[in-house]
């Protein structure tokens, strides 16, 4: 093997780089035809792209590539990336490549790569993929069998009407509800609006224009950059808000009194009232997600199988098990039926539809489950040095019962848990905790976050 097979491209999430330096037309474009070669066959392979300014240029980089392969290859310009994951598997492709950086800082771009299911590829796939690259395997069409480029145009139409297929949308309706959309200039903003409105709702959009340099609140909704949201929620006496990260799958949202949740209590709201449908589950979601959903699952007779913190992991996971209901603590709800996909807009009706089957408000409808206390936390430690880190933190960690799933989850009582882990993608040790008990939860946090200090210092 050589030593550039070792070589990763894909992270936790796709393709990432910085356009102009590490993420170049010629990578791009070769990339391209590498993917193009390996999905070869009858189907054309859509491409998608997020609202970044680099977006247009790279997306004409991927058609190229992908024509070279032989590849025919359908535009779909300016979506969410769900939306795109949907269009990909309802309306006939092989498989698709999502010019997209998620959340990420403006700067940078990606390429997410769909099979024709529309969920993410394997780690496997992934590899094969890489290997194309890398021993520079991929095809190159002759003159004759160079791919041909169409227009796809019914990627939001069909993802609205999709959404609202898997929704009471006559019982939403009759609520009237105001809702406050934060699409954060966003590709949200081509299609969540316009679902909230043909729901019957009154639409406040805030941070609502396209726009690559992410004016408003940056691409990535957290608790702390969302009081634009909370304000317009108090001021329009809005049923809630719902903000929406740059691509458009993660959602958080706030309720009638503009207070904020983080994703695995709404996702938890929505398992409570999806598992009665979907008896029995399974759910899937990550390690770092709360206890609550166990909690949830168990009154309902269902298994939850927990996985691996990413997307891609819990997508998986749902795949394999044939689970209708995923999430994570960070804003991402997967409803199977619709796409194992982790979706914004999806996820808002379906918080519509809790809230009108139950007839109650939001604060309501969360505040009736378990009370949980959480905390979250990151620290700098250099890639080369995480794994001694974590090997010290393990020495240290006597007491407890450990589970190694994606780190180190230190259980200290029935309720009470410690996550330390190695950040996949960035220079960081990330440290989640959760307890029934908040002086109990302050207590195991300050002597941890001890532990990892000194064990990155030492
Ligand atoms: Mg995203």
Redesign the pocket.
């Known amino acids: 093997m050589t030593l550039e097979s070792y070589r990763k491209l894909f992270g936790t999430?796709g393709i990432r780089g910085i356009p102009g330096k590490d993420l170049s037309l010629e990578f791009v474009t070769e990339m391209a035809q590498s993917i193009g070669s390996y999905f070869l066959g009858p189907k054309p392979l859509l491409v998608g792209n997020d609202v970044r300014n680099s977006s247009p240029t790279l997306s004409k980089a991927v058609l190229s590539g992908v024509m070279a392969a032989g590849s025919e290859v359908q535009e779909a310009g300016l979506a969410p990336?769900p939306a795109h994951q949907f269009a990909v598997r309802t309306l006939g492709y092989g498989a698709g490549i999502i010019v997209?950086a998620?959340?990420n800082p403006p700067q940078y771009n990606g390429m997410k790569v769909v099979g024709s299911d529309g969920v993410e590829i394997a780690r496997e796939t992934e590899r094969e993929i890489e290997q194309v690259y890398f021993g520079k395997k991929y095809r190159k069409a002759d003159w004759k069998s160079v791919g041909r480029a169409g227009k796809e145009t019914r990627v939001v139409e069909n993802y609205i009407r999709g959404i609202m297929s898997q929704v009471d949308a006559m019982k939403i309706s009759e609520m009237k509800a105001t809702v406050v959309l934060d699409v954060g200039n966003g590709a949200q903003a081509v299609a969540a609006p316009y679902l909230c409105e043909r729901l019957g709702c009154k639409v406040i959009t805030i941070n609502g224009q396209p726009d690559g340099n992410f004016p408003g609140r940056g691409p990535e909704p957290t608790p702390a950059n969302l009081k634009g949201m909370s304000d317009a929620v108090k001021a329009y006496h809005a049923a809630f808000g719902v903000a929406y990260?740059?691509?458009?799958?993660?959602s958080l949202f706030c309720d009638e009194n503009g207070e904020i949740y983080w994703g695995d209590r709404t996702g938890s709201l929505l398992v409570d009232f999806l598992l009665d449908k979907h008896k029995g589950g399974p759910v899937a979601t990550t390690v770092s997600t709360s206890q609550l959903v166990g909690i949830i699952a168990e009154k309902k007779n269902a298994e939850v199988i927990w996985t691996t913190v990413g997307s891609v992991d819990v997508s998986r996971a749902m795949v394999n098990r044939n689970a209708p209901l995923g999430l994570e603590e960070n804003g991402g709800f997967f409803y199977g039926p619709h796409i194992p996909v982790?979706d914004g807009a999806m996820t808002t009706a379906l918080v519509l539809n809790v809230l009108a089957a139950r007839g109650v408000s939001f604060s309501k409808a969360i505040g009736a489950l378990p009370q949980f206390f959480q905390m979250k936390a990151k620290f700098e430690c250099p890639n080369d040095k995480k794994k001694e880190v974590m090997t010290k933190l393990e020495s240290e960690s006597r007491e407890g019962r450990i589970d190694r799933t994606d780190g180190l989850k230190i259980w200290l009582d029935e309720h009470t848990w410690i996550l330390l882990r190695p950040s996949g993608t960035e220079p960081l040790i990330r440290v989640y905790a959760e307890s029934d008990d908040e002086s109990k939860l302050d207590k195991m946090y300050n002597r941890y976050q001890d532990l990892v200090k000194g064990a990155i210092e030492s």
């Open positions: 999430n990336t997209t998620s959340h990260d740059g691509d458009g799958d993660r982790r």
